[in-house]
Nanobody, 126 residues
């Protein structure tokens, strides 16, 4: 099970921190990441962090968020965070966390996902 939180309303240029708490599976063995879906658009991969058991630690970011978003994981708390800075109106979407046993986080797409969390709304508006 994946529980996402931290969404809200923020002005352009502001920051938000999303959290995804996992339970019911061996957290260290899974890559965890985030997708987002804006109204009328397809769900897109935003960021991914590789499993702790991976020999090569890796993070992935979509081009649209590179340099503004940072993903991290706290294995002691079974939690992944997505720090979102310099937010833009085009970042407005429902954000979903997801887990993947197979993903290496060289790419991050829907076919890799084993399980989805519920969404959390992020709105960037003045």
């Amino acid at each position: 099970q994946l529980q996402a939180s931290g969404g809200g309303l923020v002005q352009p240029g502001g920051s938000l921190r999303l959290s995804c708490v996992a339970s019911g599976f061996t957290f260290d063995d899974y890559a965890i990441g985030w997708f987002r879906q804006a109204p009328g658009k397809e769900r897109e991969g935003v960021s991914c962090i590789s499993s702790s058991s991976s020999s090569i630690g890796r993070t992935y970011y979509a081009d649209s968020v590179m340099g503004r978003f940072t993903i991290s994981r706290d294995n002691a708390k079974n939690t992944v965070h997505l720090q979102m800075d310099s937010l833009k109106p085009e970042d407005t979407a429902v954000y979903y966390c997801a887990s993947s046993r197979s993903a290496k986080c060289t790419v991050w797409g829907r076919p890799l996902v084993d399980s989805w969390g519920q969404g959390t709304q992020v709105t960037v508006s003045s």
